[in-house]
C-alpha cells in the first residue's frame, strides 16, 4: 500500500497543479503588504530636552529646523553635529486575525544634524546664513509574526507561514537658510528644504520581507518560501520653511517672544524597486522584478509659540503646531492614488494634527562654565487612518558650556496606546507604541 501510495503522489501534484496556480493567486501564499509609516523626526539636543517647545526660542543652529526667523539670535560663528538614538517597542493585540503577533523592538543610530553658521552685514543689517543637513524621517521597523492561510472549499489549502518583515533607512534634507533682522525686535528667515535619499546610504528606505512555511494542498504536503526586498530610490523633493521672531515685550532682563512658521506642501518623486523569489516546493519557483515611480505629496505645517525669560537663569515656552494630513497621498505612474499609509484607497480620509509641546531651562552659572537642566511635556499625535493617534511624552536634558564650545544631551520618551495596524498594513490588529530617543550634540564657537 505504501508503494501504490508513493507512486500516486506524481499523479496528484501533476493533475492538481493548474489548480494549485490559480489557488495561490487566489489564496496569496505571499505574506501581507506590510509597510512602514514615516516617523517624522524633531532636530538637536537642546531643543528635544526642552519637549519640542523651540519655535520661540531656537537660539542654536538647528534654527533652520524650528523657525529659520530666529537663526539672527546667533552672534559668532558655530559648528555643531547631533548624533541620535532611537530605540521602539512595538506591543502588538493581533484581534481576531489568528496571527500570533507579541512585543517587537528595534533600535538604531543616527546622524540627527549636522551645520554650520555664520552671522555678518549687508547694507547695515545683521544677517545669518547657514549650511545645515537634518534628517526628516525614520523608516526603522522589524516585525517577526506566524500566519495561518486556510481555505476548504475545492481546492483546499492549510498552510502556517513565519514571517520576518524588516524596514531601514529614512529620508534626510540639505537646508541653506538664511536670517535677516528686518527691525530692532523682528527678524525674519528662509530655509530651503532639498529632500534626498539617507545620507548614509544609496537609497532612501528599504524594506525586507521573508517568510517560509509548511502545509498542504488538496491533501498533498507543500513547503514555501518567499523573499522580497523593496527599494526605495531617487528620493526628490523641494519645500521651503518660512519664520519670524518677534521679541514682544522686554522689561530688565525678563524678555517674551512670538515665534512662528510655515512648512509649504511638496510632492517628492521616488523609484520603488522590487526584486523577489516564491518558491512552493515541489509544484516550482518564480521570480519577479519591477519598477515603478511613485508622486507623493506631503503635507503644510504652521506653527507658532510663545518664549518668556523670567531671568538670565530660567526661561519656559509652548508650541502649537497644525499639520494638514488630509493631503498625505501617493500616485503611481498609471495615475493610481493610495494613501501611503495602509496603501488603502484615497477615499479613507486622513485627520489633521495638532501639536502642543511645552519646555522650561534653568541655566546654573559656574566660574567658567555654565550648565543647564531642561525638561519638557508634549502632546504630538501622529497621522491614522481615519483619526489621528494620540501620543504622548516628556524629555530631559542636560549639558555643560564652556567657552569656545559646549556639550548637550537629551533623552525623550514617548508613548501612544491602540494605534491601528492597518496603518501598517496589518488590518484587524492593534499595537502599544514606545518610543526612545537619545541625542547627544557638540557645538563649537569661532
Known sequence: MKRKYNLFIPVIFFMVLPIAQTSFAQFS???????????????GARAIGQGGAFIAVADDATAASWNPGALIQLEKPELSVVGSFLSTQLDFDPGNTGWSLGDEAVSRGDLNYASVAYPFRVFRKNMVAALNYQQKYDFHMDLDFDQIIEDKTSPSVNVKQKIDFESTG??????????????PKLSVGVAVNFYTDEFFGDYAWKQTTKATGSG???GANITT????????RNFQAVNVTIGMLWDVWEKEDKLLTFGARYDTPYTADVDRITDGTSIVSP???STFHDREHFEIDYPMAFGAGLGFRYSDAMSFSMDITWTDWSVFKQKDEDGNKTRPLGGVSTGRKIDDTYAVKCGAEYLIFGQKVIVPVRGGLFYDPRPSLDNPTDVYGFSVG???TFKRFSLDGAYQFRWADDVNGEDFGLSGTEFDLNDHMFLT???VYF
Open 398 to 400: 542636560s549639558g555643560i
Open 29 to 43: 501564499l505571499s505574506p501581507p503588504n506590510i509597510n512602514a509609516t514615516p516617523l517624522p523626526l524633531g532636530s
Open 441 to 443: 550634540s557638540i557645538t
Open 225 to 232: 518560501k518567499f523573499d522580497e526586498d523593496k527599494t526605495f
Open 283 to 285: 509544484l516550482g519557483q
Open 216 to 218: 498542504n494542498l488538496e
Open 170 to 183: 529614512g529620508v534626510g534634507a540639505l537646508t541653506p537658510a538664511i536670517s535677516l533682522l528686518v527691525v
